[in-house]
């Protein structure tokens, strides 16, 4: 059965008139205002204002510190970040306003709309300006910039005239006074009565990036407008949802992308915390998708086939739902949807689907293509996560948190100036011999493409309720600042490169319990000293570890976690992996359209490790070469072509030169011999090694798996091989090399 035209196809086509096309006719309107009920002009009052955001709720265990409490230090985030800062600051106001004025019968002042999706007839115009309002929001709260904030109140300004004309000299007037889009009501219209995708094009969608833009703009920057806007078409989306019957309802969000909305109850759930009106909440409420939330609370995976971002933001919001209601389905479901995509649906870099498409669970290597991963996706599974953690405290959580945002998102922007496009990714692809395409002016994800560079901060660090505890959920090089408890931690960091990480209270102190995570990968060890005395306190990967004291101006924490060369395997087919180094994606650069085939085993020494078969290269760090190709981090982002996945290639069991010309033969729902063997490394001798593969060698006789004379020829190979100890065994490096898992 064929599937529908992906979002994808059509921008392929739209791309090639978008260059070309002519400014919007211009339209006779009112005299332009000045922008209105923006916030003091003192940046410093401005970002005090900001702080408090959508109010808290009392069901999170922990909180987040605003953006303009946590700075992104010196590094390749900060690096990515400044070129996002560099379009937010140039791209011209006029073009993102232009589709919102035609619409409203307003000058557009000449200016043409951004291109792609964001066209003069296109039917998701308007999307894109809703996540310029969201990327200039942040760039502001992070940078305190004067003249961000006067593109924010411009921006916010010009949509409040649209609002406005609308109300008073739309043609068609629209059902309600707060109406606010870049088309007439016509595809909300259409879609009560069921009409597909691609004659109408996710309207509710749309709707909610102009108001998850605005509501930005208020409590990032304090421009009580947005607030204003935002509230008045939240009075339209209950006028036009509330009286529907809850089965209209749920087949129209049933619908494949025309009943897409995004994030709609999230953001109206934020809107009845921030206006405390009960029609906000009840029109939030409107957006259960009834059939995929009663499966995903009961834990029913039913996602095969769904459109994957079309479902995602859905649970977030189900969340903020649970936080105003208590409904514990709210919370189950948003819980077992994320275990339903962060493990057996999500490929090593972190991302999910194929094609936009939510695949079988499991389904990896036989998915890998072109167009893995939509960078949309990965972005609200992040929220997501993000959201779960600060109801359950899980290290898993920030596990995904931290490979989706360093091994994708890092990755989504390539490494290139430019202040007339975003230059991120949308589909990221996972297959051999593939490339990145970037640009994506005016598509999904070059709207969240926008946002996620500008927001590196968001999680570095929560803290408890009670204000007694401190979460250093992530790595990075920052500086926190916590008014409440006057403290200043700086973080000094080269993440994602090895190296230790040191936490400095640069100001204030006093009794605090520190929480700091123990990476997944971390299994060479995580080393805490405090003053340089090192702590006693147990670290086991995938979980936090505490240390309480009464800190002082100048102490300093020292983390180390070295890195380690690991495979990850597919779950569906065991010999396709991925190489990582530490939490770092590796890549190996090729053109080739087939799988590379690597086998490890011939060169592992008795410490066993890939370092024995992984080289780094000479003056590039976190570079490395094995079957004479270079791997590269993912999160360089450029036009070479790579292979994120391999073919792992063991046929024959080896020891170094020494051949035993049998095969590596597996169990039917085991490892083969080898990874059997080896998972049991290192060897202190070879003595050691002879009696693992001796009593290896029996078990796979007695299964059947070997024959005795194959059985003999293996533990004379193992007997015959000198693999010595490795060129880093004893020394301080050898527990940075390598593990096989």
């Known amino acids: 059965m064929s599937q529908p035209p992906t979002r994808r196809a059509l921008l392929r086509i739209a791309v090639g008139t978008a260059a070309a096309a002519a400014p919007l006719a211009y339209t006779a309107g009112p005299a332009h205002a000045a922008p209105t009920g923006a916030a003091p002009a003192d940046p410093l009052a401005v970002r005090a204002a900001a702080a408090s955001a959508v109010p808290v709720p009392p069901t999170w265990g922990v909180r987040p510190f605003a953006l303009d409490q946590v700075t992104v230090g010196d590094g390749v985030f900060r690096h990515k970040r400044d070129l996002m800062l560099e379009y937010a600051r140039s791209y011209p106001v006029d073009r993102i306003l232009a589709v919102f004025r035609a619409n409203a019968g307003l000058d557009t002042r000449g200016a043409r709309p951004p291109g792609g999706w964001e066209t003069s007839d296109g039917n998701l115009r308007g999307h894109y300006g809703g996540h310029f309002l969201t990327l200039v929001a942040q760039a502001y709260a992070d940078t305190g910039e004067a003249a961000l904030k006067a593109r924010l109140d411009q921006l916010v300004g010009a949509l409040g005239e649209c609002r406005r004309a609308l109300a008073e000299h739309g043609s068609p007037r629209p059902s309600h006074p707060g109406y606010l889009a870049a088309y007439p009501e016509t595809q909300f219209i259409l879609l009560e009565s069921y009409t597909t995708y691609p004659t109408i094009w996710a309207p509710y969608y749309t709707c909610h990036k102009i108001m998850r833009g605005l509501l930005d703009a208020h409590t990032l920057a304090g421009n009580t407008q947005a607030l204003d806007i935002a509230s008045k078409m939240g009075d339209w989306v209950h006028s036009r949802l509330g009286h529907l019957p809850r089965a209209q309802l749920e087949r129209m969000w049933s619908i494949y992308i025309a009943g897409e909305y995004g994030g709609m109850n999230e953001v109206m759930a934020d809107l009845h915390a921030l206006t405390g009106r009960e029609e906000h909440l009840a029109a939030a409420r409107c957006f259960d998708n009834t059939a995929l939330l009663d499966a995903c609370a009961e834990d029913r995976d039913i996602l095969e086939g769904r459109h994957a971002n079309q479902h995602i933001p859905q649970f977030t919001g189900y969340l903020r739902l649970f936080d105003h209601t208590g409904e514990e389905r709210y919370a189950a479901a948003a819980r077992n949807f994320w275990g339903m995509v962060a493990g057996p ?112 901060q968001d999680s570095v660090y929560f803290r408890s309720a009670d204000g007694n505890a401190l979460y250093v959920n992530l790595y990075l090089a920052s500086t926190l600042r916590w008014p409440e408890r006057g403290l200043v931690i700086e973080q000094s960091s080269d993440y994602p490169a090895e190296g230790v990480r040191t936490l400095t209270f640069r100001a204030g102190g006093g009794r605090l319990d520190l929480r700091l995570r123990v990476p997944s990968w971390a299994t060479a060890g995580f080393t805490v000293t405090v003053n340089g005395i090192r702590q006693r306190a147990e670290a086991t990967p995938g979980s936090y570890l505490t240390l309480s004291r009464r800190w002082r101006r100048g102490d300093q924490v020292r983390i180390s976690a070295p890195y380690r060369l690991r495979v990850e395997s597919a779950p569906d087919d065991p010999t396709v992996q991925s190489v990582f180094y530490g939490p770092v994606l590796l890549v190996a650069q090729s053109p080739d359209p087939g799988f590379r085939a690597f086998s490890f085993y011939k060169d592992f020494t008795l410490r066993g490790d890939l370092a024995d078969s992984i080289a780094p290269e000479e003056g590039r760090p976190m570079h490395f070469t094995t079957h004479g190709l270079t791997l590269a981090p993912f999160h360089v982002a450029d036009d070479t072509r790579y292979h994120a996945y391999f073919k792992r290639a063991e046929p024959v069991v080896v020891f170094g030169t020494r051949d035993s010309g049998v095969p590596n033969r597996a169990r039917d729902t085991g490892p083969a011999f080898l990874d059997a063997l080896w998972a049991q490394a290192p060897f202190a001798t070879s003595g050691h090694l002879v009696r693992a593969v001796r009593s290896l060698a029996g078990t796979w006789l007695s299964e059947g798996l070997f024959a005795r004379a194959e059985r003999d020829r293996v533990i004379a190979a193992a007997v015959d091989a000198d693999l010595g100890h490795g060129p880093a065994h004893g020394d301080e490096r050898a527990g940075s090399g390598g593990s096989l898992e």
């Open 345 to 456: 649906r999500t490929y090593s870099l972190g991302g999910t689907g194929q094609g936009e498409m939510f695949r079988a669970r499991g389904a990896i290597a036989a998915t890998l293509d072109d167009k893995n991963a939509e960078t949309c996706a990965t972005y609200n599974m992040l929220k997501l996560s993000r959201q779960l953690f600060f109801h359950e405290q899980d290290a898993a959580l920030m596990d995904y948190y931290e490979r989706g945002l360093t091994n994708h998102i890092l990755a989504s922007r390539k490494d290139v100036r430019s202040t007339d496009s975003p230059e991120v990714t949308y589909f990221v692809g996972m297959g051999p011999g593939v490339v990145r395409e970037y640009d994506n002016t005016g598509t999904c994800c070059g709207g969240t493409g926008m946002e996620n560079h500008t927001k590196y």
